[in-house]
């Protein structure tokens, strides 16, 4: 399975733990940048179906501007991805690990702010009600 995200299981519909992820990463300071909708994509330009699945780009403005003003080329790896799906029974959520994304790039300047990435994206997921992580 995936080391590069962390995984859990929400108790929730499928709407509703959008709102709620969005809500909780609104509440570390992220702002979701993009909304992509897999499902409606594959079905529009594949003609083809697929479960629920949407890919949130979330962003922490401020960690962000310090991280490119650090690394220019950074902007490759951002924003930082959450996915959400329909996992039959419940909904699942996947959240890139930080630490293992920016783990290519070759400056201990930025290890301050993938910590603190990191620890906000676990607090915001932390507090989506009814979520309980995946272990691996």
Known sequence: ????????????????TIEAV??????EGFGILSDIDVQGAFREKLDAEFGQYRILGACNPGIAYDALD?????????PCNVVVY????ATGVS???PTE???VVDN????????????????ALAAVPDAEPIEE
């Open 1 to 16: 399975m995936a080391t590069y995200t962390n995984r859990y299981r929400v108790d929730a519909s499928f709407e509703d």
């Open 22 to 27: 969005t809500a909780a990463l609104g509440e």
């Open 70 to 78: 650090e690394e220019f080329e950074l902007g490759a790896l951002l």
């Open 86 to 89: 329909d996992d039959g029974d």
């Open 95 to 97: 959240v890139v690990d």
């Open 101 to 103: 994304l920016f783990s």
């Open 108 to 123: 201990d300047d930025l290890e301050p702010l993938v910590a603190d990435v990191a620890s906000r994206l676990e607090t």
